[in-house]
């Protein structure tokens, strides 16, 4: 299709400018003033135009997890949320460890979804962290990093020889670091909160340890590391030391880690049990600090549905997760932006350019490039309401709470798949014309 942009407020990573973009062919074809070009046209006054999101975790559960999710209903939440790309966990059933099944979500995202999947495999065989996976096999089929996400590679020889590998091809490791020996089974962050109520707490040090491990052995071998949804202020502090003396180190961070605390879990709200566990307001200081410092590279939403009956249970038995890929942007817009926590330049960073250099992908709104967009609407504002949400996934600790700077529309390759919070009410549906 062919689609004309006007008057809109550009802002990618060459800065913010006025201007129309022109798209066709699935490419932005023009960037300019008053351009007058054949296809729809739609004035975007008032707008943001973005270079489109970027979630670099994101559980999709399929296959083996359908009830909880699937591709077709994971990537239309996405694309509700204004991103156009997510990458996709392993921690499936199967798990994500052979080229079969990378090719096989592959497949599956190509007919079914909404926006670009991105799969991730697994470092080791079944997540079981005794094998290294085939990861130069599934690279070739199209894996974009690799990691044993929910569970750490707790045997520092394995992590070793799959860094070592890794280092090699110039392969992308990702890290759920939390040492199982040093976790004691936690279900959620240690101290007077968790003992009040009688539950196992999950020390910090367990991630600081963890981090750290990991960072030493990427500096011996020279690996792309990624430290994902870190959630305390020693770990900010290990990366923050790390990236000062050159080591090949980049981390991301959760809405609900910047947001939430374990106070959330008073009342044993199982809607708060997360992995790593909501923590201290002390570290959601030390993680906002670390995105305004540069330490953490990217926001990403560990996205992560399950079934209502599954959360309706103990604490204890209750799986840990927050769905949240309908609402990260205009949550953080909400709550950090207009409260002046954060910059509006730097969210949009760590969910566009950010996420895309541990990919070590680029996208600006220039001509030539894929037209991947998010159009924003700050002045848009609505509540969290789980009963809206197009994911399977409605378990959020956030419902009621504001949302602002709505994304109104999504374009994924130059096809609008949403449109005014409607996933796949394109041109055929109604007038793009009318947006926001």
């Not at 004691?184 to 240690?190: E, K």
């Not at 879990?265 to 923590?279: F, S």
């Amino acid at each position: 299709m062919e689609l004309l942009l006007k008057n809109a407020k550009l802002i990618d990573a060459s800065g913010e400018r006025y201007a129309d973009i022109w798209i066709r062919d699935g490419k932005i074809a023009e960037v300019g003033k008053d351009l007058v070009r054949p296809g729809q046209s739609v004035d975007l006054a008032g707008k943001i135009v973005l270079p489109g999101l970027v979630d670099l975790h994101a559980h999709l559960r399929e296959p083996g997890q359908e009830g909880k999710e699937t591709i077709a209903t994971g990537t239309a939440a996405a694309a509700k949320g204004g991103f156009t790309t997510i990458c996709a966990m392993p921690n499936t059933a199967p798990v994500i460890d052979t080229p079969l099944l990378i090719e096989l979500i592959k497949l599956k995202a190509k007919d079914q979804g909404w926006v670009e999947v991105l799969p991730i495999g697994a470092i080791t065989k079944g997540q079981a962290g005794q094998e290294i996976s085939e990861m130069g096999l599934m690279h070739r089929a199209g894996a974009i990093g690799f990691s044993d996400d929910g569970k750490w590679v707790q045997n520092a020889h394995i992590a070793h020889n799959a860094m070592r590998y890794a280092a090699q091809w110039d392969l992308l490791l990702i890290s759920h670091p939390e040492d199982a020996s040093l976790n004691a089974d936690g279900v959620m962050n240690a101290g007077p909160l968790a003992d009040k109520l009688g539950l196992t707490g999950s020390d910090p040090v367990a991630e600081v340890a963890a981090v750290e491990r990991d960072i030493i052995l990427a500096e011996a071998t020279g690996c792309r590391l990624h430290l994902t949804h870190l959630s305390t202020a020693g770990a900010v502090a290990a990366v923050r030391r790390a990236k000062a003396r050159g080591v090949r180190v980049t981390a991301d961070v959760t809405p609900h880690h910047l947001l939430l605390t374990e106070a959330e879990c008073q009342g044993y709200n199982t809607l708060a049990k997360v992995n790593p566990p909501l923590r201290r307001q002390e570290d959601c200081e030390a993680l906002l600090a670390g995105l305004l410092d540069g330490t953490i590279d990217a926001i990403a939403t560990d996205h992560a549905p399950h079934k209502e009956e599954e959360k309706r249970t103990t604490f204890d038995d209750a799986p840990a997760g927050i769905a949240g890929l309908e609402i990260a942007w205009p949550l953080l817009y909400a709550h950090l932006v207009q409260s002046g926590r954060l910059p509006l330049a730097t969210l949009i960073e760590k969910l566009t350019a950010g996420p895309r250099r541990v990919l070590g992908r680029n996208l600006t709104l220039a001509a030539g490039e894929r037209a991947d967009i998010t159009v924003i609407d700050p002045r848009a504002q609505a509540l969290v309401n789980p009963g809206e949400f197009v994911s399977k996934g409605r378990n959020t600790p956030v419902a009621g709470w504001k949302l602002a700077g709505l994304p109104v529309m999504t374009i994924v390759q130059g096809e609008v798949v949403m449109l005014n919070g409607k996933v796949g009410a394109g041109p055929a549906a109604q007038p793009v014309a009318q947006v926001g």
